[in-house]
């Protein structure tokens, strides 16, 4: 089954753009999917099959996949963004969930 | 709107067994495939089963060996996980999730809506 790799964390200031990678072997032909989970939350799906965004996500987060690197890009960040983040596949008939990455607005 | 709501989590001794439930409500349940996923204290998600439309199409992850099972009633659109031979390391948050797409053949393998999760603690 997939591996997927994700930063422990990244840090980014308030108003500038975030970018998180997800990388795993073989992922290119899988669609990648992205959730954000507050402390104290269940997750919510932020980005869906690689680049759609689920209604009431802001326009500021978008979702790219090349190759065996999915990333996710989160704009004009803001304090509630800071949060953990997860990617994950479905496929070769394993769910996988990337050890997650905590987002730090400085 | 869309309603999952999970119970059934205690406080059980290594070796106990546990039930755990997820009432569903907002969407027409059978028309979904539905998860479950759980979170070790302070640690990531992890994945543990699916389960189709009806019972007829179930996958677990391979880390299970068999002790959990994911069963659902959709005259009571209940979602179940039978949890048996607890451990230890089965502490956690215990969450149920619906797939997006409603009315396929195929899971989708998208958890667009979870519930708010529920805890169980494996301690003796």
């Known amino acids: 089954s997939y591996v997927l790799t994700q930063p422990p964390s990244v840090s980014v200031a308030p108003g500038q753009t975030a970018r998180i990678t997800c990388g795993g072997n073989n992922i290119g032909s899988e669609s990648v999917h992205w959730y954000q989970q507050r402390p104290g939350q269940a997750p919510v799906l932020v980005i869906y099959e690689d680049i759609d965004r689920p209604s009431g996500i802001p326009e500021r987060f978008s979702g790219s996949h090349s190759g065996n690197t999915a990333t996710l890009t989160i704009s004009r960040v803001e304090s509630g963004d800071e949060a953990d983040y997860y990617c994950?596949?479905?496929?070769?008939?394993?769910?996988?969930f990337g050890g997650g990455t905590k987002l730090i607005v400085l | 709107q869309v309603q999952l709501v999970e119970s059934g989590g205690t406080l059980v001794k290594p070796g106990g067994s546990l039930r755990l439930s997820c009432a569903a409500s907002?969407?027409?349940?059978?028309?979904?495939?539905m998860s479950w996923i759980r979170q070790s204290p302070g640690k990531g998600l992890e994945w543990l089963a699916y389960?189709?439309?009806?019972?007829?199409?179930?996958l677990y992850a391979d880390s299970l060996k068999g002790r959990f099972t994911i069963s659902r009633d959709n005259s009571k659109n209940t979602l179940f996980l039978q949890m048996n031979s607890l451990r230890v390391e089965d502490t956690a948050t215990y969450y149920c999730?619906?797939?997006?797409?409603?009315?396929?053949?195929?899971?989708?393998?998208?958890?667009?809506?979870w519930g708010q999760g529920t805890l169980v603690t494996v301690s003796s």
């Open positions: 994950q596949v479905w496929g070769g008939g394993h769910v996988v």
């Open positions: 389960i189709g439309r009806s019972d007829s199409a179930v």
């Open positions: 907002g969407f027409t349940f059978s028309d979904y495939y």
């Open positions: 999730a619906r797939d997006k797409y409603q009315g396929v053949i195929a899971f989708g393998g998208v958890h667009s809506h």
